[in-house]
């Protein structure tokens, strides 16, 4: 309705992009985001702050959705648009936590951890945006066994807490804590400490998950409880894995990650009827053939019904319905009146 009243504003434009993202309705987020950004460019203010906080919103936006549903060009194209962007003077929280989460969103989500590792952190930023790129970095860089960078990283992140906190800033200060405990949770796991991992993973996602999700962002980098749920599939506990992941779809629907990763965990946990489902769901969610992990999820489903016409006995008893949470309804969230071979899981 905001958008069919002010169909020329950028904001009115994307504001119903924060519902279709709690949704996991990654197709009306993106022609929502892409028509904004475009609005935001055409302002004749576009060259101040403000004009340029709302694109770069957008833009991020729009950047979360393109990777959900497998759209790895378009992701990239925005993340190429972003980085040729001039400079602007006055930008606020808004524009400054979207330049740093739109490169660490693209490397984290496409498991690309030499290239989050390599992250330049923009120390002109605000001290919470700086904090996605070193988290970014941290987990990059213990994922690829460089564990004094990890270390810098989780240090550097210490650093940012204590300093958010003196600005008597606690919303963002418990945030960074998150990431600094994601961090050092792998560093853990990269030093063969499983059990001290999945502690410290245990944390960050509780802590995580007792704060409200702040309007600027569509959701975390990465949620602090599919880690944990990543961190137990290493550690071959696909069920507890499997428990993780469903909680997520619960909170985010349609997280393509957290798909895979709960198609992974059934699989694992020799149930390849709940597998064939999620794998079909991560089908009907994304598009293309340009994630690895969609071409896997295809395969498998070919095998399967190749095998199920080959023995229509095969599901019989056994067959049964899932819950993926997006198919029917959203559960409990809270939605603010002015919110503005594959290296992830090692297993294919």
Excluded at 175 to 198: F, H, M, T
Excluded at 273 to 297: D, I, M, S
Aim: aromatic share 6%; net charge neutral; glycine share 6%.
């Amino acid at each position: 309705m905001y958008a069919k009243i002010a169909p020329a504003s950028a904001h009115a434009n994307h504001m119903p992009s924060h519902l279709f993202t709690r949704v996991g309705s990654w197709d009306e987020s993106i022609a929502s985001n892409t028509k904004s950004a475009g609005l935001a460019a055409a302002e004749a203010t576009s060259a101040n702050g403000e004009a340029r906080d709302q694109r770069l919103h957008a833009m991020d936006y729009q950047e979360y959705a393109d990777l959900q549903s497998g759209r790895i060009k378009q992701a990239k194209a925005v993340l190429e648009e972003m980085n040729a962007l001039p400079p602007v003077t006055g930008l606020t929280l808004t524009g400054g936590y979207a330049l740093a989460a739109i490169p660490a969103r693209y490397a984290t989500e496409l498991g690309d951890w030499e290239q989050a590792s390599h992250l330049s952190v923009q120390e002109e930023g605000v001290l919470w945006a700086q904090a996605i790129t070193w988290a970014a970095i941290g987990i990059g860089s213990a994922r690829t066994k460089n564990l004094d960078r990890a270390r810098q990283a989780e240090q550097k992140l210490a650093t940012l807490r204590d300093a958010i906190t003196k600005q008597d800033n606690s919303y963002w200060s418990d945030q960074v804590e998150v990431q600094r405990r994601e961090v050092a949770a792998w560093i853990a796991e990269g030093n063969g400490k499983s059990a001290d991992a999945l502690q410290l993973a245990r944390s960050a996602a509780k802590l995580e998950e007792s704060m409200d999700k702040a309007a600027v962002t569509p959701s975390a980098i990465t949620p602090a409880r599919e880690m944990l749920a990543e961190l137990l599939l290493l550690e071959h506990r696909p069920q507890e894995a499997l428990a993780e992941y469903q909680y997520v779809l619960k909170i985010t629907p349609n997280r393509f990650n957290a798909l895979y990763g709960a198609a992974n965990a059934t699989e694992a946990a020799a149930d390849p009827v709940a597998a064939r489902q999620y794998f079909r769901k991560l089908t009907e969610v994304a598009v293309g053939n340009e994630r690895p992990e969609l071409a896997a999820a295809r395969k498998k489903l070919v095998s399967a019904e190749k095998a199920t016409v080959e023995r229509p006995w095969g599901l019989g008893k056994d067959a049964r319905p899932i819950p993926i949470a997006g198919e029917r309804g959203l559960g409990p969230f809270r939605l603010g009146c002015h919110e503005h071979a594959n290296p992830r899981y090692g297993m294919l």
